[in-house]
Each structure stands twice: as C-alpha cells, then as structure tokens.
C-alpha cells in the first residue's frame, strides 16, 4: 500500500462523454502526477499539479484538464471521450516537484474503457 | 528533450539465473534514472534511483543498476532470480532542472518471466 488512493477502479463510458478520475495524494504530500498508460505501453505523463497549480503539461490536447485542492487531492477530467483514451489512468504523488529529490508514489489505477 | 528506449519487450530466465533488463537514456541536461516494477493490475512501484554520486545504485529485492554516461545506459540486474520477480519494469528519466524536472519519461516495458 503506498497511502494513494485512486476511484473508481474501473469505469466504462461511451464515446463523447465527460469523465472524472480522482486521486487521494500521501499525507504530507504536495505533488500529484497525472499519467496515461495504454496497453502494452508505457506510462505517458499528462500533467502534475504543485500546491494547486499546473506545474507542467505533456502532450495532451486541452480536452484533458485537472485540478487539485487545498489538502492536495486531485482530479483528471476527460471530455468529448475517444477511443483511444481506453487506458490505465495512474496517479502519483510525492512531497517534491524534482523527483530526484523524492520518490513518486503511485496509485493502482483507473481502468477507463471507452466504448 | 528526454527519452527511453528498453532493449526486449520480453525476457525470460530460469529461477536462479542472471536478470538483466536493458535501459538506454537520451537527456540534454543530467538525469535522473528510475526503475519501477509493475505487478499485473497494480500501480508502479519504485525498484532504484539514480541522482548523483555513486553510479552503482543498489535498490528493493536485490536489485542493481550502473549508470554509464558514455554509454548512455542504466541496465538493471539481479544476480538470482525469483518466481516472484516476474512482472513488468520500466526504466525512466527525468531531469534535475530544465522543464521537466516533475516529469517522468518511460521506455515501453521489459516483461520478465522466471521459469521453474
């Protein structure tokens, strides 16, 4: 158990929808990383956020938007749902922006399938 | 800019013999190198890191990886392996400064299986 929480588990939406993936980031933990991981594929960075704010994008169209609150938890939201984005949704959380400073805790995932 | 590339989406060994995963690195500024393990239908769990100093960096569950900078390199090793070691491991980079010092960049797996 690493203290990051990840929900749902797993979710099912179609096409055109909207979904919101939450996280739970470690207590004392300021960072949280968003990334994507498509089957068979390594993990793709989508974003972090530090103490609130985007603190650093991948190459992810605008569709994908995130937030983070004020005890550090976060969000991913998806709109306009592709195909494509049927993946593992994995968010990580540490207690530094610079990872080599610290380590990245990850979640088990969101399983998103888009039908 | 900053990549990875992982030399054999699958590798197979026998249950005490020699793990060796390959992991080659492209970074503009100094790296950081990570390992992580990837159970099935679990989250990542960090195996080593390399920062600075000590190029042999020693890691979880007898692991071990070198980093070469003339060869670009961070190949993990283990010198016995164990049925439970069988799992995905990614090899990782990030940077100590630049724009992507809160961004890890993966390779696309190695898949371990350890036979009986």
């Known amino acids: 158990e690493t203290g990051v929480t990840q929900s749902p588990t797993h979710l099912i939406k179609t096409r055109g929808q909207q979904v919101t993936l939450r996280c739970s980031s470690q207590?004392?933990?300021?960072?949280v990383s968003w990334y994507q991981q498509a089957l068979g594929q390594g993990p793709q960075f989508i974003f972090q956020?530090?103490?609130?704010?985007?603190?650093g994008r991948g190459n992810f169209p605008p569709r994908f938007s995130g937030l983070q609150f004020p005890n550090y938890s976060s969000e991913l939201n998806v709109n306009a749902l592709e195909l494509d984005d049927s993946a593992l949704y994995l968010c990580?959380?540490?207690?530094?922006?610079?990872?080599?400073?610290?380590?990245?805790?990850f979640g088990q995932g969101t399983r998103l399938t888009v039908v | 800019a900053q990549s990875v590339t992982q030399l054999g989406s699958h590798v197979s060994v026998s249950e005490g013999a020699l793990v060796l995963l390959r992991c080659n690195y492209s970074?503009?500024?100094?790296?950081?190198l990570f390992w992580y393990v990837q159970y099935p239908n679990q989250g990542l769990q960090l195996l080593l890191k390399?920062?600075?100093?000590?190029?042999l960096v020693k890691g979880i569950n007898g692991f071990e990886a070198e980093f070469k900078k003339s060869e670009t390199s961070f190949h993990l090793t283990k010198p016995s392996a164990h049925m439970s070691d069988a799992a995905e491991y990614f090899c990782?980079?990030?940077?100590?400064?630049?724009?992507?010092?809160?961004?890890?960049?993966f390779g696309q797996g190695t898949i371990l299986t350890v036979h009986p």
């Open positions: 970074s503009s500024v100094p790296p950081y």
């Open positions: 207590s004392g933990h300021n960072t």
């Open positions: 956020y530090y103490r609130e704010e985007e603190n």
């Open positions: 990580a959380s540490s207690s530094d922006r610079v990872l080599g400073n610290t380590e990245a805790f």
């Open positions: 990782a980079v990030s940077n100590a400064g630049g724009t992507s010092y809160g961004k890890l960049t």
């Open positions: 390399y920062t600075t100093g000590a190029t």
